[in-house]
């Protein structure tokens, strides 16, 4: 099977835009789970999405949001942004339910906010 | 508010010794704790996990064990290799959704030959 893939890898953008960073999960999973990874803070959860809901939220603004869509790719947007949400951004997926549900990484998209 | 506690942060070792990395984690609830190793520029890989209802795990050269009235598990690598070098993540479930980890602050191993 095909692995987790992001897209864009990178992007580069100015304070106050907006991006919008696209996943796509391992063929079957459901689930599609959003991080931060920054060398001060490491991996931080922003959010999981499950059957086109969000189950799970982690302790980021209302700048960071998410969705999915019925074929399980998800989507996350950051609004306004700040110098601060400069980061790896990696979602993972997985097929909850089954006793071997792990989580599966893509690449990540690297995000430099100038 | 929730948190895993991952020690030490950097840890070298010579080639053929054993590296152990240790967490603790505050959810009582967590119930699956899978470690990841992420080499530069890739993504995290999943090289072992564990469940709640078991002690230990092993995978060839790697074990991982678990102390859930302590809240706390444990990595080990025996007989290391270069290639072994890497930051290492452990990582807890938050209120038993397995949607949601929280990681540790990694720990980066060297291992020298």
């Known amino acids: 099977k095909a692995g987790v893939t992001q897209t864009p890898r990178y992007l580069i953008k100015t304070r106050g835009q907006q991006v919008t960073l696209s996943c796509s999960p391992i063929s079957g999973h459901r689930s599609v789970s959003w991080y931060q990874q920054t060398p001060g803070q490491g991996l931080q959860f922003l959010f999981e999405?499950?059957?086109?809901?969000?189950?799970n939220k982690g302790n980021f603004p209302g700048r960071f949001s998410g969705r999915q869509f019925s074929n399980s790719r998800s989507e996350m947007n950051v609004s306004t942004l700040e110098l601060g949400d400069s980061a790896l951004y990696l979602c993972?997926?997985?097929?909850?339910?089954?006793?071997?549900?792990?989580?599966?990484f893509g690449p990540g998209t690297r995000l430099t906010v100038l | 508010g929730e948190n895993v506690e991952q020690h030490p942060s950097t840890l070298s070792v010579q080639e053929g010794d054993s590296a152990v990395i240790k967490c603790t984690y505050s959810?009582?609830?967590?119930?699956?704790f899978p470690w990841y190793k992420q080499e530069l520029g890739k993504r995290p890989q999943l090289i072992i996990d564990i469940r709640s209802n078991v002690g230990e795990k092993k995978d060839q050269r790697i074990a991982v064990t678990l102390n859930k009235t302590a809240k706390h598990f444990s990595l080990h690598i025996t007989e290391t290799q270069p290639e072994d070098s890497a930051v290492y993540f452990c990582a807890a479930s938050i209120g038993g959704s397995q949607g949601n980890l929280i990681f540790g602050k990694g720990t980066k191993l060297s291992v020298k030959p």
């Open positions: 999405y499950f059957s086109e809901t969000q189950r």
């Open positions: 993972a997926s997985s097929f909850p339910g089954q006793r071997t549900d792990t989580q599966y």
């Open positions: 959810d009582s609830a967590s119930n699956y």
